[in-house]
């Protein structure tokens, strides 16, 4: 499975849109990005997930760029709820294991 | 929520004494995951299980073993504890080979 790289921390106030990039250089065409969070002491949550289409739900946004070698998750008007870690995953469809690596942490401001 | 407890919630268990830990899902998913988090490693994936008696290890498996005899239940097994093993433990569930895991609320494991 590919390997990814995030930046250890970020800040974002509170209204504003917070953007959590993930860069995956050697995603191979079968490889789905996911991002997950975990909220302090809690078990991770799954956010979103994408092959290369752009794609939105009720929590986010996920923009994969056209050649797929990075990606941004986009949290449209950050609440101080969404302070968390956040976790970008590279893995095929058919690999049973998730390999989570020490993510972004997010803290949202006042 | 999906339907996924650990027990117990909390252990504090001596050096050199087996440790089991229970997950069970009332969601009827096939794939159950048992991962470890320490501070500046992440969660890390200590094995799974892709059926009733069909198990496989992940990336720290040493030192632990697990067992699957029914559908809803996943249990992990520490033979002999050791104090590099205290951690939190979470067990996850996902459907047929699905990224989506939902992850249950932690077991908070010290050995002294």
């Known amino acids: 499975d590919a390997k990814t790289t995030q930046p250890p921390s970020m800040d974002c106030a509170e209204g504003r849109a917070a953007n959590l990039p993930c860069n995956h250089s050697?995603?191979?065409?079968?490889?789905?990005v996911y991002w997950y969070r975990q909220i302090h002491s809690q078990g991770p949550q799954y956010i979103i997930h994408?092959?290369?289409n752009n794609e939105t739900n009720e929590m986010a946004s996920l923009i994969i760029t056209e050649d797929r070698k990075s990606s941004t998750l986009i949290l449209p008007h950050a609440t101080l709820r969404d302070t968390a870690v956040y976790y970008c995953i590279v893995g095929s469809y058919n690999t049973d294991k998730l390999i989570f690596g020490t993510g972004t942490r997010l803290q949202v401001f006042p | 929520d999906a339907g996924i407890t650990q027990s117990p919630r909390h252990k504090v268990t001596e050096t050199g004494t087996p440790v089991t830990l229970r997950c069970h899902q009332t969601e009827n998913h096939r794939y159950m995951y048992w991962y470890r988090q320490d501070p500046g490693h992440g969660l890390r994936l200590i094995h799974y299980?892709?059926?009733?008696?069909?198990?496989d290890k992940g990336e720290v498996s040493d030192g632990y073993s697990v067992s699957r005899s029914k559908t809803e239940d996943f249990l992990l097994t520490l033979e002999s504890a050791t104090s590099s093993q205290t951690s939190v433990y979470f067990c996850a569930i996902s459907e047929l080979s699905s990224y989506e895991q939902y992850f249950g609320p932690g077991t908070r494991l010290t050995v002294t």
């Open positions: 050697t995603i191979s065409g079968n490889e789905y």
């Open positions: 994408g092959l290369k």
């Open positions: 299980s892709y059926g009733v008696k069909d198990t």
